[in-house]
């Protein structure tokens, strides 16, 4: 039951527009503050935390939908 978790994580994961999907993977996988965030994908320290929040609502969103 895990591993279907797992790959429904990674499924939704790659419905994600890459800037969204990135940001994710380096705050939540790789520890990254979001002044590294923004560094990385050459935005604002604001403008990470945007798509952080856009990122994890949709992820919810795809999980949700995939779930019932």
């Given at each position: 039951h895990h591993n279907e978790q797992v790959?429904?994580?990674c499924?939704?994961?790659?419905q994600l527009p890459d800037a969204q999907r990135e940001a994710i993977?380096?705050?939540?996988?790789?520890?990254?503050?979001l002044n590294q965030i923004a560094?990385?994908?050459?935005?604002?320290p604001a403008a990470a935390a945007g798509l952080l929040k856009r990122g994890m609502r949709k992820l919810r969103e795809i999980m949700n939908d995939g779930s019932r």
């Open positions: 790959l429904h994580l499924s939704a994961m790659e993977q380096l705050y939540y996988w790789q520890d990254c503050s560094e990385r994908l050459e935005r604002t």
